[in-house]
C-alpha cells in the first residue's frame, strides 16, 4: 500500500477498534514492508496477524547460507527463533521447539529474502484505537525486531552457519539410511534422555550418560559437514530391545521415534536419525476404527463380527493397536516402533503356557510376534520393539540389543542360544496379509463450520476439526500444538484440493497432499494464515482415522 502507517495511525487515533481493519495491506515502514494480515475483532480477540517482508537486499545472507529448500528451511528456523526471543510488546512468534520443522511463522524465499508471520496484540483501551501505541509496535517495534533478528549482520554468523550446517548432516544421514540397510542411526556421543517428561530440552549433569555403540552393531557414515561419525546403525528387519526396568530401554525408542525429524544444534539428538516412513505405534483403547482388516491379528470376536472389514466406536486395547499397525502400513510405513509400556500385552504375546491353556479356537488374538517376521520379509515393513518382559521374540528377532545402565550391547548371539531351547510355543499364522486399502469419503472429512475451515489444536491432546474433536493423543510423533493445527489443515487440504475424491485410496492420496506439501507451507497458508508447522502423511492418515465421523468405501 502506498502511503505512510505511522500517518494513518495518528489519524486512527481515537477511533472506534473495528477501524483497525481499515489498515489491512502491506505498509512501506523503515526498509521493511509491514502487512496486516488480520486484523483483531475487538481488544479481547486473538491478536491480529501480521507479516514482516523483509527484502533480500535488507536481510544479506549470503547466498550459501540459502541455496537449497533444504538450507531456506534450517535458516527459517535459525531466524524464527530468534525473532520468538527478541519480540517484545506481546508480540508472538511461533520459534518452535527441538526439532526444526517447516513453520509458517518463518519463511526464507529463494531470492534469501525472509517473511515473518506473527500475532500482534493491537492496543485499544475502552474499545478505542490508541494510535500512539499502535504506532510503537507497527512503525517501530516490528522494524526493530526484524533489524535485530532477521538481518545476517545482527547475528552470530557461527551460530547461523552451525544451524544450518546441523540440518543439513541430519538429513544427509537420514537420507544414507536405505542405502546402508538401516532404518535408524544413533551417533557416538548422543544424549538421549530429556529433562523432564514435560521439557524436551536434553538432560544435563554428572548421571547422563553418552550414547555408545556397540562395536557390532557400529557404522561409519559421511557426513557433508561433520565429516565421518560413527554410531549404532539399527538395521532392517527386527530389532528387540531388551534390558532391565530403567535401563533407558523406552528413552532409545524415543530417541528414535523423534529421529524422523532434525534437530537444534545442542540437542543431543541431532546425529540420531530414522527413517522418514517409521511410525510409532501403540494401543488406545476407546479409539474409533472404520472398515479396517483386521483379520491378521483377530478373528472370530464373541461378538461374530466380520474382522476383515471391522469397525468399532470403541476399540479395545489390543483391536486398537492392530488397527494402528495395519493402518500405519496402510500410509506407507516402513518402520514400526513398539514399546511394551504402551503397547497391548496380549496383541504382542501369548506363551507356550497360555497356548495350553485357552485353545486357539477361544482366542481371537493373533500375537505380533507371530506377524512381525512376515511384515518384514513379505511386505519390507521393518520393527524395532522394546520387549523387556516376554523372551518369545527372540525367536524371530533378527538383532537383539540390551540396554545396560543406559549402554547398548548386542546379545543376538546369546538370545540366538536362548532361542534354540524349544519352549513348546507354537506359531499362530504363517504371513501377514497384504493391507486392504480403503478410499475415504470426502463428505464424511468436513472440517467447516457454516461454510468455513475451522482448526484449533488442544495443546497435542487433541484436534477440533470443524464440528469434531479428535483425540490425538496417541501420535507421539507429533511436536507440538502447532504441528496439530499443520494436521487439521492439511486434513482441510485433502479435501479441498480435491486429493480425497472418494474413488482414490488414503495411501494415493496423500502421496498428492505429499507432494504438493513438498513445495513448503504455501498451500496450508493459503488456507488459513496462522501459526502451523508442516505435519507428516502419517500423523495426518492418523488423524483421519481416529474421526469419529469417517466413511470409506473399499
Ligand atoms: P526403561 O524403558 O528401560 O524402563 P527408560 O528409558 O524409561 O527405562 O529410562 C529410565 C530413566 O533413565 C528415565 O528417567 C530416563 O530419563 C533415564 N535415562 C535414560 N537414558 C539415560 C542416559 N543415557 N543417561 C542418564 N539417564 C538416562
Ligand atoms: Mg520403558
Given at each position: 500500500r502506498n502511503g505512510d502507517l505511522q500517518a494513518t495511525l495518528r489519524r486512527l487515533d481515537g477511533a472506534p477498534y473495528g477501524r483497525y481493519k481499515s489498515l489491512a495491506g502491506r505498509w512501506d515502514v523503515a526498509g521493511v514492508a509491514v502487512e496486516l494480515v488480520r486484523a483483531q475483532a475487538d481488544p479481547y480477540?486473538?491478536?491480529?496477524?501480521?507479516?514482516?517482508?523483509?527484502?533480500a537486499s535488507v536481510a544479506g545472507f549470503p547466498a550459501g547460507l540459502y541455496g537449497t529448500p533444504l538450507r531456506r528451511r534450517a535458516l527459517a528456523g535459525f531466524l524464527a527463533r530468534r525473532a520468538?526471543?527478541?519480540a517484545g510488546d506481546g508480540v508472538l512468534v511461533d520459534g518452535g521447539g527441538q526439532e526444526v520443522?517447516?513453520?509458517s511463522s518463518c519463511q526464507v524465499g529463494a531470492d534469501g529474502a525472509v517473511t515473518l508471520r506473527l500475532n500482534v496484540p493491537l492496543p485499544g483501551p475502552r474499545r478505542r484505537i490508541d494510535g500512539r501505541a499502535a504506532?510503537?509496535?507497527?512503525?517501530?517495534g516490528l522494524p526493530r525486531l526484524a533489524e535485530r533478528a532477521l538481518r545476517y549482520e545482527a547475528l552470530d554468523a557461527d551460530a547461523v552457519r552451525r544451524f544450518v550446517e546441523t540440518v543439513e548432516d541430519s538429513c544427509a544421514l537420514r537420507d544414507a539410511l536405505p542405502g546402508l540397510g538401516l532404518v535408524a542411526f544413533v551417533a557416538d556421543g548422543a544424549v538421549l534422555p530429556r529433562r523432564s517428561g514435560v521439557d524436551d530440552r536434553p538432560a544435563r549433569g554428572a548421571g547422563v550418560v553418552p550414547f555408545r555403540s556397540p562395536d557390532a552393531l557400529r557404522v561409519t557414515v559421511g557426513l557433508p559437514h561433520a565429516g565421518a561419525v560413527s554410531g549404532m546403525g539399527v538395521p532392517e528387519g527386527v530389532t528387540l530391545v531388551v534390558g532391565g526396568g530403567f535401563h533407558g530401554k523406552s528413552t532409545l525408542l524415543r530417541a528414535l521415534e523423534s529421529g524422523v525429524y532434525d534437530h537444534v544444534p545442542g540437542d543431543g539428538r541431532e546425529l540420531v536419525v530414522a527413517r522418514h516412513e517409521t511410525v510409532k505405534v501403540r494401543a488406545e483403547d476407546g479409539r474409533r476404527v472404520e472398515r479396517v482388516d483386521l483379520h491378521a491379528f483377530v478373528s472370530h470376536l464373541p461378538t461374530g463380527q466380520d474382522t476383515t472389514d471391522f469397525r468399532t466406536d470403541n476399540a479395545s486395547g489390543s483391536t486398537s493397536q492392530a488397527a494402528s499397525i495395519v493402518e500405519a502400513v496402510e500410509a506407507g510405513a516402513r518402520v514400526l516402533l513398539v514399546d511394551e509400556d504402551t503397547a497391548a500385552t496380549n496383541l504382542m504375546i501369548r506363551d507356550a503356557r497360555m497356548q495350553a491353556l485357552v485353545a486357539k479356537a477361544r482366542e481371537p488374538l493373533t500375537p505380533f510376534v507371530d506377524l512381525v517376521g512376515s511384515l518384514h520379509r513379505d511386505h519390507g515393513v521393518s520393527t524395532v520393539l522394546v520387549m523387556g518382559g516376554?523372551?518369545?521374540?527372540?525367536?524371530?528377532?533378527?538383532?537383539?540389543?540390551?540396554?545396560?545402565?543406559?549402554?547398548?550391547?548386542?546379545?543376538?548371539?546369546?538370545?540366538?542360544?536362548?532361542a534354540a531351547v524349544p519352549t513348546g510355543r507354537r506359531a499362530e499364522a504363517d504371513a501377514f496379509p497384504a493391507v486392504v486399502h480403503r478410499r475415504p469419503d470426502p463428505a464424511s472429512v468436513d472440517g467447516t463450520v457454516r461454510g468455513r475451515l475451522r482448526v484449533t489444536a488442544r495443546g497435542t491432546d487433541a484436534?477440533?476439526?470443524?464440528?469434531?474433536?479428535?483425540?490425538?493423543?496417541?501420535?507421539?510423533?507429533?511436536?507440538?500444538?502447532?504441528?496439530?493445527?499443520?494436521?487439521g489443515l492439511a486434513l482441510g487440504l485433502l479435501v479441498r484440493a480435491g486429493h480425497l475424491?472418494?474413488?482414490?485410496?488414503?495411501?494415493?492420496?496423500?502421496?498428492?497432499?505429499?507432494?504438493q506439501l513438498a513445495e513448503g507451507v504455501a498451500p496450508l497458508l493459503a488456507l488459513r494464515d496462522e501459526d502451523f508447522a508442516l505435519p507428516r502423511r502419517f500423523e495426518v492418515a492418523a488423524a483421519l482415522n481416529r474421526l469419529r465421523t469417517l466413511t470409506v468405501v473399499r
Open positions: 480477540a486473538p491478536p491480529a496477524r501480521v507479516a514482516v517482508h523483509v527484502p520468538a526471543a527478541e520443522l517447516q513453520r504506532e510503537e509496535i507497527l512503525c517501530r516376554s523372551g518369545d521374540y527372540m525367536e524371530v528377532a533378527d538383532r537383539v540389543v540390551m540396554m545396560d545402565g543406559y549402554r547398548p550391547a548386542d546379545v543376538t548371539a546369546r538370545a540366538r542360544e536362548l484436534l477440533v476439526l470443524g464440528e469434531h474433536t479428535v483425540d490425538v493423543r496417541a501420535l507421539e510423533q507429533i511436536t507440538d500444538s502447532r504441528q496439530v493445527v499443520g494436521v475424491d472418494g474413488r482414490r485410496t488414503l495411501s494415493a492420496a496423500l502421496d498428492l497432499l505429499d507432494r
